[in-house]
């Protein structure tokens, strides 16, 4: 079974940017559809962006063409590269391979505020 470390997080400025990335280990990397979801405070936890392993992405609508997935195989790490950043996008941000009903890893906050 594949599992997540994510970093990157942070404070930043409405309009700002953040690379989040998350590193695999446990299991071969590239054979996994990997996805980042976030959590807000009092709300569900939501699929933000995935990537399949021959590199298809899809994007909530929220996010689209501010967010950007990406993979790089040989490190086993997925990113998720955030533009135009604002304040409904702060939450904690989790990486896991989709559908994957185990265990949530420790995630990255994101604070976007002015």
């Known amino acids: 079974q594949v599992q997540f470390v994510e970093s990157g997080g942070g404070l930043v400025q409405p309009g700002g940017s953040l690379k989040l990335s998350c590193t695999a280990s446990?299991?071969?990397?590239?054979?996994?559809?990997v996805g980042w979801y976030r959590q807000a405070p009092g709300k569900q936890r939501e699929l933000v962006a995935g990537?399949?392993?021959?590199?298809?992405?899809n994007y909530a609508d929220s996010v689209k063409g501010r967010f950007t997935i990406s993979r790089d195989n040989a490190k086993a790490t997925a990113y998720l590269q955030m533009n135009s950043l604002k304040a409904e996008d702060t939450a904690i941000y989790y990486c896991?391979?989709?559908?994957?009903?185990?265990?949530w890893g420790q995630g990255t906050q994101v604070t976007v505020s002015s």
């Open positions: 896991k391979a989709l559908g994957d009903s185990g265990p």
């Open positions: 990537i399949r392993s021959g590199g298809f992405t």
């Open positions: 446990g299991s071969t990397f590239s054979n996994y559809a």
